[in-house]
């Protein structure tokens, strides 16, 4: 398995692409080129190109070319590369590479308010397994040395 692909498996970041991404691994093994990457984004922002080249700063056309691999990913403007990555929740050295984590390792704050209703309810529910939930994310942490 390609490590871009443990990273996301195994890891600290499974449940958030799952919960991201749904049931699409499979695809992220055949995404070869940063093209291919960005293409993969794009499709799972669920959000147009005119959308998203509004939100990072281009246009439509631009993104759109690097989707086709017209522009090669190397000559994307760091800042413009990043603000693609932030949007889509995507890694740049993933976009780039194909190594390393697929999803970004910092939560959007939706994902934030989601998790924090998720434990709320856990909380009048099922407290126990809120410490349990805490004692995890606090592992992960330190195993990525945040």
Request: hydrophobic share 45%; proline share 4%; net charge neutral.
């Given at each position: 398995?390609?490590?871009s692909?443990?990273?996301?498996?195994?890891?600290?970041?499974?449940?958030?692409?799952?919960?991201?991404?749904?049931?699409?691994?499979?695809?992220?093994?055949?995404l070869?080129?940063?093209?291919?990457?960005?293409?993969?984004a794009?499709?799972?922002?669920?959000?147009?190109?005119?959308?998203?080249?509004?939100?990072?700063?281009?246009?439509?056309?631009?993104?759109?070319?690097?989707?086709?691999?017209?522009?090669?990913?190397?000559?994307?403007?760091?800042?413009?590369?990043?603000?693609?990555?932030?949007?889509?929740?995507?890694?740049?050295?993933?976009?780039?590479?194909?190594?390393?984590?697929?999803?970004?390792?910092?939560?959007?704050?939706?994902?934030?308010?989601?998790?924090?209703?998720?434990?709320?309810?856990?909380?009048r529910t099922?407290?126990?397994?809120?410490?349990?939930?805490?004692?995890?994310?606090?592992?992960?942490?330190?195993?990525?040395?945040?």
């Open positions: 398995m390609p490590a692909v443990s990273a996301i498996t195994d890891g600290p970041q499974a449940a958030l692409l799952a919960a991201r991404y749904g049931p699409v691994v499979d695809q992220i093994r055949d070869d080129t940063p093209a291919d990457r960005i293409a993969f794009i499709e799972r922002s669920e959000m147009t190109l005119e959308t998203l080249a509004a939100k990072i700063g281009c246009s439509h056309a631009a993104l759109s070319q690097w989707r086709s691999g017209k522009t090669d990913a190397s000559h994307i403007k760091a800042g413009l590369l990043q603000a693609f990555a932030d949007a889509t929740n995507t890694d740049v050295r993933w976009l780039l590479t194909g190594k390393g984590p697929v999803v970004s390792r910092y939560m959007l704050t939706a994902e934030m308010t989601r998790l924090g209703s998720a434990l709320a309810v856990m909380e099922a407290p126990s397994q809120v410490e349990t939930i805490v004692k995890m994310v606090e592992a992960a942490a330190k195993s990525t040395g945040n």
